[in-house]
């Protein structure tokens, strides 16, 4: 007997074992491999899908937070764009309302300018009357102090009235 060259019996013997071990395995085994590996081959194509399906969701968010991250820049820009109007506005108005109210003071300053004036010009005109009605009075007295000079004076007084009816 040879280790290197089998005898006929031992591989007819080996083969018919071989044979039983196959078809026992063809009948209840390899079934059973090929359900699981048809069933892990599944669950790794519904893992590839449900991955495709998740990236292709991960690329819709990520547009719609670019989107939403836009929008946000915008309404941002928008909102700053109204605040510096806002604020040019309040500026606006807070210089009108000073103009308006410095030209109130103004015109009321000059108002009362004007009252003063008058009344200062008033005041004069008083006294100015006063001191004519006062040298009046002291030339008349002055030159009308003897009779002579009265009755002359009355005498001219009368003659300038008379003309002035004729004319």
């Known amino acids: 007997m040879s280790l ?6 031992l591989l007819f013997w ?3 074992a071989f044979g039983v071990v196959f078809l026992v395995l063809y009948k209840y085994g390899f079934p059973v491999i090929t359900s699981m590996i048809d069933a ?19 690329a819709g968010i990520e547009e ?3 989107g939403l991250i836009n929008d946000a820049r ?15 506005q309040i500026i606006t108005e807070a210089r009108d309302k000073a103009a308006t109210e410095t030209e109130k003071m103004i015109s009321e300053a000059k108002k009362q300018i004007e009252r003063e004036r008058d009344e200062a010009l008033d ?3 008083t006294e100015v009357a006063k001191l004519s009605i006062s040298i009046a009075e002291k030339i008349v007295r002055k030159e009308l ?8 004076y009355i005498d001219e007084l009368i003659d300038e009235t008379m003309n002035e009816r004729k004319e």
């Open 4 to 9: 290197l060259l089998p005898e006929a019996g």
């Open 74 to 88: 915008e309404n941002q820009a928008k909102m700053l764009r109204e605040a510096v109007a806002a604020k040019e």
């Open 64 to 66: 719609e937070c670019n």
């Open 123 to 125: 005041s004069i005109r």
């Open 145 to 152: 102090g003897d009779s002579d000079s009265q009755q002359r």
């Open 14 to 16: 080996m083969l018919l």
């Open 40 to 58: 892990r081959k599944q669950y790794i194509d519904d893992a590839l899908n449900d991955a495709k399906e998740a990236k292709a969701r991960l």
